[in-house]
C-alpha cells in the first residue's frame, strides 16, 4: 500500500500533521503505537497562539480561558494579561479526543504499531509495512525515528530538567497560569475544567512533588483536602538534540524535532506551527528546515536564556525582575505567546 504521508506518532502533534496534510488533499496513515485516549505530563496551557492553528485544523477543544501568567515567589508576584487574545487550559485526553475525531472526519487511515524500522531512499519512505512519499516522525521527546535515521545528537548531562504533573478536584480560583518559583523547580496551576485544576512541576530528577508542594503555603492551603483527579506522571529529561530537523523525506515534527525546555509552556504550539511548515514542504513549498528554525527561533533563544537564568545564581532574582520590569516581562510573554 503506498501513501503520500505516514506520521509515526498519535500525539497532538502527529494528529495536528495528520489533520494538516489531509486539508492539503494528501493520503494520510497514521501509526502510533497505543490505541487508547493518550494522556501525557503537561501543564495543559494552550497559549493565546495555539487556538488559532487548532482552530484552522477545524479543532475546537474545551477548556478553561487563560488570561496571562503570574510570575510568583515566598513575597510577590507579577502578573501579565496577554494582549493578543486569550490561551486554554485543556485537558490532555480532552485535546487527544478533539484531533482524534478531527483526524477520523477527514479520513486519516490508522495503524496501531510500534515503530522500530525506517527505511528511506530518494523518493519516499518504507515503515511498518507501508510505502510513502514522506515520513512526518512526531514520535515525542525520545523520538524512536530520530535515532533509526541517525539525527540523534546527545544532549547535556549536567543539570538536566524533567517535569511531574497531577490533577486535583478543586474549583480554580484564578484565569492566569500561576507559576510559583522555589528554589529549585517551577510549579505551574493551570485550570482544566471548572472543577479540576493541573499541577506541573519542573526540576531537577530528585525534585518530590508532594515536598514541593508542602513548601509553597499558599498552594498547601488551596490544595488541601482536594482529591488527586489523575495519577502523578512524569517526562524527561527535556533537553533533546537532533542534528537538524530533517534528513531527505522523512521530516522531525514536535518535541521529536528537538527540545529545550517546558518553562515557557511552548511545546504545542510550537509542534502545530511545524506541522504546518511540513506540510508545505510536502507539498511544493519553503524547504523544512529554514522554516522550522524560524518558527522555533524565539522559542529555542528565549527559552534557552531563561532555563538558564534559573539555573544559575540569577534565578532568585527572575520574580522581582519581572515585578520591577513588567515592560521587558511582558513583551517577553507576548512574543512567546503570540
Ligand atoms: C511537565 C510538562 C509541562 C508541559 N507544559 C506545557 C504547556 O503548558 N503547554 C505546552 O504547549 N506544552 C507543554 N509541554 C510540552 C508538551 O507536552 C509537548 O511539547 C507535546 O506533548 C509534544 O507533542 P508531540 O506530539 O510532539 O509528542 P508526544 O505528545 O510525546 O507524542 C508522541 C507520540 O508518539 C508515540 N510514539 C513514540 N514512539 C513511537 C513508535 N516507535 N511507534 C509509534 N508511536 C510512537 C507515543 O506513544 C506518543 O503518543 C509540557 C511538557 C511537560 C513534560
Not at 497531577?166 to 474549583?171: K, L
Not at 533563544?301 to 539555573?311: E, H, I, M
Not at 515585578?323 to 512567546?336: H, K, T
Request: aromatic residues 6%; glycine residues 14%; charged residues 25%.
Amino acid at each position: 500500500m503506498s501513501v503520500d504521508v505516514v506520521v509515526v506518532g498519535g500525539g497532538p502533534v502527529g494528529l495536528a500533521s495528520a489533520i494538516e496534510a489531509r486539508l492539503a488533499g494528501l493520503t494520510v496513515t497514521l501509526i502510533e503505537q497505543r490505541d487508547d485516549t493518550i494522556d501525557k505530563a503537561c501543564g495543559e496551557g494552550l497559549m493565546p497562539g495555539a487556538l488559532p492553528l487548532l482552530a484552522r485544523l477545524g479543532v475546537e477543544p474545551e477548556g478553561m480561558p487563560l488570561r496571562g501568567v503570574s510570575y510568583r515567589d515566598a513575597h510577590r508576584h507579577a502578573d501579565y494579561l496577554f494582549r493578543g487574545g486569550i490561551g486554554r487550559g485543556v485537558r490532555r485526553t480532552t485535546l487527544h479526543s478533539a484531533l482524534t475525531r478531527r483526524a477520523e472526519e477527514l479520513g486519516v487511515e490508522r495503524v496501531t504499531a510500534k515503530v522500530e524500522r525506517v527505511d528511506a531512499d530518494a523518493t519516499g519512505v518504507t515503515v511498518a509495512g507501508l510505502r510513502a512519499g514522506w515520513l512526518f516522525a512526531a514520535d515525542g521527546l525520545h523520538s524512536p525515528v530520530r535515532r533509526l535515521i541517525g539525527l540523534e545528537r546527545p544532549g547535556p548531562r549536567r543539570a538536566r530538567r524533567f517535569g511531574l504533573r497531577q490533577h486535583f478536584a478543586v474549583a480554580p480560583w484564578s484565569e492566569l497560569i500561576e507559576v510559583y518559583w522555589t528554589r529549585r523547580s517551577e510549579v505551574y496551576i493551570t485550570p482544566v475544567a471548572p472543577d479540576i485544576v493541573g499541577v506541573a512541576m519542573l526540576g531537577g530528577s530528585r525534585t518530590d512533588f508532594a515536598e514541593t508542594v508542602a513548601g509553597i503555603p499558599e498552594l498547601a492551603e488551596r490544595l488541601t483536602g482536594a482529591e488527586p483527579a489523575s495519577s502523578l506522571r512524569g517526562a524527561g529529561p527535556f533537553r533533546q538534540r537532533a542534528a537538524r530537523p530533517s534528513k531527505g523525506r522523512v521530516l522531525l515534527v514536535g518535541d521529536a524535532s528537538g527540545y529545550v525546555d517546558a518553562i515557557t509552556g511552548e511545546g504545542l504550539r510550537l509542534g502545530f506551527a511545524q506541522a504546518r511548515v511540513a506540510v508545505a514542504a510536502a507539498t511544493g513549498g519553503p524547504a523544512y528546515d529554514g522554516q522550522w528554525r524560524r518558527v522555533t527561533r524565539d522559542f529555542r533563544v528565549l527559552t534557552s536564556g531563561l532555563v538558564g537564568a534559573a539555573n544559575s545564581p540569577l534565578r532568585a532574582g527572575i520574580v522581582p525582575a519581572a515585578s520591577m520590569l513588567p515592560g521587558l516581562y511582558g513583551a517577553v510573554v507576548e512574543r512567546l505567546a503570540r
